[in-house]
């Protein structure tokens, strides 16, 4: 008996729990086409252990507390249990983990073939399933990119479709963010809090805010969509948003700085009325950048995409003394981000569409005739 | 751990060879129980109690005890059109050694090593996935038993498991009730 026992007890020394499910994981992923989504066994390479999300491309934490330095605690330990060699999540919230990280791996890799991999920190600090309790409506079905910890926060999904954190257009959306944070916003001394919170800003700088938030918008739609593919990459998860934010919707000319001016002076006009114009502002923005890269065929549009990220850093160099002393139109941006883009007849036709000043045509080297 | 593994047989041995005289006779029982286990949550910071009833066959002789468990629990969870089911069965075999005491609470060592039989069921609105796994466990632990009107048994355990495809141990604590003959 004495002998059995003791077999027993060094059977169980020799069974450990370092076994590892190796780097392939079955995840919630889009196709081919970037529309639908199925389950698929994922490579992910660069995750230090499968048992903690955590890997140069980014963090990811859940239900975590946000600080300055970003979330507070230690990465996802993803509930996992091995199937045929690959690591199968036992729950939703270790497959989104997984998932998230798996796209951040992809994104890091992006923003490298377009040039921009090193104008923001890595790893990317992320959040899934993130309470912000301040009684807005920002504490469910949506996604944050907060400026004061350089992370992404995506709140609890509460509607029937896909989970935000697994769409990869709004993974890439909020990502974009992060970009224009340390390119645009930090060198204007306009961190993404101030430009939220018109209290305290003069009104110029109160409304270029707006218009620089409404820039970032639409540049984050161009970019989800250059990376998707998907000129409607919210569609799945916030479906009530899709046709307002589809990128192949309807044109318009962009407002300028005095008609920002009166909407503002307008009685029972707020603030989140100004931020949803801003927004709109963005759309066309968005619909403008992915019609010119129609135009030129979407082959180039990684090259295309590549240019803007790099005209970036020459939006505060060329704006940053305007935004404290006047209003500053939404179109007055467009010859920046659209530095040594090659034109034709075609590109100058849709740009005269949305330029109501027409002189902006001639300037920064866009080259277009009135 | 392995070295802990070898250390604790040697003492279990010693300890039965210490008490080897003292012999009663063969029992067979069966009994029923709650294994409540403190798992980590998500976040590795914080731990979540989880309660799953379980089944024992027991069978004994002389101090020491050998217990064939079995439990079932299912989970779910879900996030807009995404869910995932997961069931677990565990069987574990745990072998035990009862300290001899004149008290009616008698102290004991246990020491287990079983398998958790997993399927899982991943769906996304027309998509699904369903996949099977498995993982070994051992454990060690320790409790207290007391016999009532000669068959019925009380005993609670501590334990601590190590689960494969889980970095940290588990620790449980088991109540669990039932008769000997």
Known sequence: MRAWMLLLLGLAGCAGPERECGNHFLLLWPNAEHSQFSFQEIGIDSLNSPYSVSGPAAKVYYEAAITASGFEGEPVSPRLVESDGVCVPEDVHSGTALSLYAQMERLRAFDGSIGAAGQIPWPRSMGIQTRISDGSSFGHNNAHYISRGDATAFVPYSLAGLPLAL?????????????????????????SEKITNARGNSEVVALNALVIRGWNEGLADFYAASYTGNPRFLAGSLDESVWSR????????????????????????????????????????????????????????QNRLALIMGNLRNVPIQLGSAMS????????????????????????????????KKTLLRSGGMGCEP | ???????????FGVMAHAQEEDARAWRLGLGLGVDTRLQSQLSPNYTEPRSVGQWSAR?????????????????????????????????????????????????????????????????????????????????????VRATYFSHWFVEGQVRGALIQDRPRITPSLVLSSGFVF
């Not at chain 1, 990869?168 to 645009?184: D, L, R, S, T, Y």
């Not at chain 2, 101090?63 to 995932?84: H, I, P, T």
Request: glycine share 10%; aromatic share 10%.
């Open chain 1, 167 to 191: 769409n990869h257009g709004i993974v890439a959306h909020e990502h974009f963010h992060a970009h224009f944070e340390h390119v645009v916003l930090r060198p204007l001394n306009l961190p």
């Open chain 1, 325 to 356: 002393l006047r209003g500053v139109d939404y179109d007055e941006i467009l010859p920046v981000i659209l530095k040594d883009w090659p034109l034709n007849d075609g590109t100058c036709a849709l740009l005269r569409g949305v330029i109501s």
């Open chain 2, 1 to 11: 751990m392995r070295t802990l593994v070898v250390v604790l047989a040697l003492i």
């Open chain 2, 59 to 143: 069978m004994g002789y002389k101090d020491w005890g050998l217990s064939l468990e079995y439990s079932q629990e299912k989970a779910r969870s879900n996030s807009g059109s995404y869910e995932v089911a997961t069931s677990t069965q565990s069987f574990g075999l745990w072998a035990s050694y009862q300290l001899r005491l004149t008290s009616r609470w008698k102290p004991f060592f246990t020491a287990g090593y079983g398998r958790q039989l997993e399927t899982i069921d991943s769906r996304y609105q027309s998509a699904s996935a369903s996949r099977t796994g498995a993982r070994d466990f051992w454990g060690l632990g320790g409790g």
């Open chain 1, 246 to 301: 589809d990128l192949t919707g309807p044109m318009m000319p962009l407002k300028s700085s005095a008609e920002l001016f009166d909407e503002a002076h307008k009685p029972g006009i707020g603030l989140q009325d100004l931020v949803a114009q801003s927004y709109a502002q963005g759309t066309l923005i968005a619909r403008l950048l992915y019609r010119l890269v129609e135009q030129d065929g979407f082959m180039l549009s």
